[in-house]
Nanobody
């Protein structure tokens, strides 16, 4: 059974930083691309970032480029999202997502996602 468990959300002031973690279990970690999607209140869900399982290539949504960094630790089967220079517009529930084969940018498709962790950026 696929399990994706997020942690690291919380309240942070604008300009601050947070690191989200996603612990993965129940499927071959290196067969899936892992990413982050978010959903703000009243808005559509959007992909934030993804990292390819084979090449390690990262992908970012335009609004987070240069501020967010995704990484994966294959030994610990954990994916991280380091978020810096946070803005109120980043406030959302962040979900860890598993994609079959590759990131969406490479033709992969969403397979599973976690329960989410809330990130609130506010002064």
């Amino acid at each position: 059974q696929v399990q994706l468990v997020e942690s690291g959300g919380g309240l942070v002031q604008p300009g601050g930083s947070l690191r989200l973690s996603c612990e993965v279990a129940g499927f071959p970690f290196d067969h899936y691309a892992i990413g982050w999607i978010r959903q703000a209140a009243g808005k559509e869900r959007e992909g934030v970032s993804c990292i390819d399982s084979h090449t390690g290539t990262p992908y970012y949504e335009d609004s987070v480029k240069g501020r967010f960094t995704i990484s994966r630790d294959n030994a610990e089967t954990t994916v991280y999202l380091q978020m810096t220079s946070l803005e109120p517009e980043d406030t959302a529930v962040y979900y860890c997502a598993a994609y079959r084969s590759s990131c969406p940018q490479g033709g992969g498709y969403l397979d599973s996602w976690g329960q989410g962790t809330l990130v609130t950026v506010s002064s």
